[in-house]
């Protein structure tokens, strides 16, 4: 049981530490992390070359492929795209890769001290552009924070993501200008010290948003990465703080946190299921005994989530049939919510600015009718069998050689729909008027908000059969 989507960076940062692990005998840790940055940053220009052969090969393809269908009249679409494109992809741009990763027994130590172009460059991108902005972007938190302390209130945002994804840039700067030819300038040796203080009140602010959230909804895979890259950040950040930094800290520890909520009893899925359905439990039992608004919010956003996945579902079917309810099978969303008590939130909301319903499913006709064709209103087909069909507001008006047949009102139509789907819940019109009796059936419909409680049909395209006089009822 685990999360296959984690694979790949797992193994990737392992990977990347891989060669300056040393289990036994003493190494100098200076010398190692030295090695671990020539590495990688070998292996990533390589990987950079490998990718750019790789268009070249794409392109190179490309252009034979058209010189011979224009030329020749051959056509090796099927050839190139299926075949060769994907081999050079999947095996000759790896293996080129592959082939360039250095060996350690070819470093040295100069490659830090007496550095090639590339590395000078890389070292100035890290010192004249990734530093300045690092340190205003440091600053602007700085100002958030303050902000958020005079105002005494929380932004329930993306504030999480913007300090990890600040301490994940400020890491891989940190990276940049490890080597010592960068480190002996004065400027880069005082950044490298104090970047970290900088990040000690975004920290903060990261752990105090992850604790309101959870604590307000409960956990989801989404809010475990947080945690997962809070731990991290915190204690990369305690590390610099005490000036006691290992650049192989950096994928190693966010490799060892990523394991156990990948895999395992406490991956993202199972924790937060378990989690859920706590909650689940606790504010049902508060909102049978008081029914406070409070319990009731916290029954319905843990309820929701559950009934978000199959795997949800079943845990809570297994949960209402300990707790005495008649389930059978996996329980459905409609179904929960008549079970427990509860209106329906899609029926409810009222955020919903627009809505396309759609059909999926047959048709169950009874009695003789006959097929008059496919309406699209207000555009395109509205008329069939002599009949004009046309929208006048939430009116579908029915007309016969400019006669007026019918005027019906679709609010109780729409009022019948869940809004918060996008499938059609009913998807049968029936209309009788002047002995006339036609069955429209909507394929698709439109729906745009008016005012608060209304809902203006903007588009309906339906099937129309009309009831024959000697029909069976």
Not at 431 to 438: D, L, R, V, Y
Request: net charge negative.
């Amino acid at each position: 049981m685990g999360h296959p989507i984690m694979w790949l960076p797992i193994l990737i940062l392992l990977t990347s530490i891989s060669p300056t692990l040393r289990p036994f005998g003493a190494h100098n840790g200076r010398r190692q992390q030295n090695l671990f940055w020539w590495m990688n940053h070998r292996s990533i220009v390589s990987a950079i070359v490998a990718g750019f052969a790789f268009l070249v090969i794409l392109f190179g393809l490309l252009i034979i492929e058209r010189s011979v269908s224009i030329l020749f009249g051959v056509q090796l679409e099927h050839i190139m795209y299926r075949y060769l494109l994907p081999l050079a992809g999947a095996l000759f741009a790896p293996i080129y890769w592959l082939a360039t990763i250095p060996k350690e027994s070819d470093f040295g130590g100069d490659e830090l001290t007496t550095p090639e172009f590339l590395s000078q460059a890389v070292g100035f991108l890290g010192l004249f552009i990734f530093a300045p902005f690092l340190t205003l972007y440091a600053l602007i938190l700085l100002a958030y924070a303050t902000q958020i302390a005079i105002q005494q209130t929380y932004p329930e945002g993306t504030v999480g993501w913007m300090v990890i994804g600040f301490i994940c840039v400020a890491g891989l700067n940190h990276l940049l200008l490890y080597p010592k030819f960068m480190r002996e300038k004065p400027v880069v040796d005082k950044y490298l010290r104090y970047w970290p203080f900088l990040a000690i009140v975004p920290v903060v602010m990261l752990i105090i948003a992850i604790y309101i959230r959870v604590a307000t909804y409960g956990l989801t895979p989404e809010r475990i990465l947080l945690m997962a890259g809070a731990l991290w950040t915190t204690i990369i950040v305690a590390i610099g703080v005490f000036n006691r930094l290992d650049i192989r800290l950096l994928p190693a520890l966010a490799a060892l946190i990523l394991v156990p909520v990948s895999f395992g009893p406490f991956n993202m899925e199972s924790w937060s299921i378990r989690d859920q359905l706590t909650r689940f439990e606790q504010n049902y039992e508060l909102w049978n005994e008081n029914e406070t608004a409070a319990a009731e919010q916290k029954l319905r956003g843990a309820a929701s989530y559950l009934l978000d996945s199959a795997e949800g579902r079943l845990a809570l079917s297994e949960l209402l049939k300990v707790k005495g309810f008649d389930v059978a099978g996996e329980i459905s969303s409609d179904k929960f919510w008549d079970l427990v008590g509860l209106p329906d939130p899609a029926s409810t909301s009222q955020n919903i600015r627009f809505v396309r319903l759609s059909n999926d499913g047959p048709i169950n006709l009874a009695g003789q009718f006959a097929f008059y064709g496919h309406m699209q209103v207000p555009c395109c087909t509205q008329s069939a069998g002599g009949y004009n069909f046309s929208l006048k507001g939430n009116d579908l008006i029915i007309e016969r050689s400019d006669s007026l047949i019918s005027s019906f009102n679709l609010q109780p139509w729409i009022a019948s729909q869940n809004l918060a789907v996008t499938k059609l819940r009913e998807r049968r019109i029936e209309i009788t008027a002047n002995g006339e009796t036609f069955l429209l059936f909507v394929d698709e419909a439109n729906l745009e908000q008016e005012t608060e409680n209304e809902y203006r049909v903007t588009r309906l395209h339906f099937y129309v059969f009309k009831k024959e006089a000697n029909g069976a009822d």
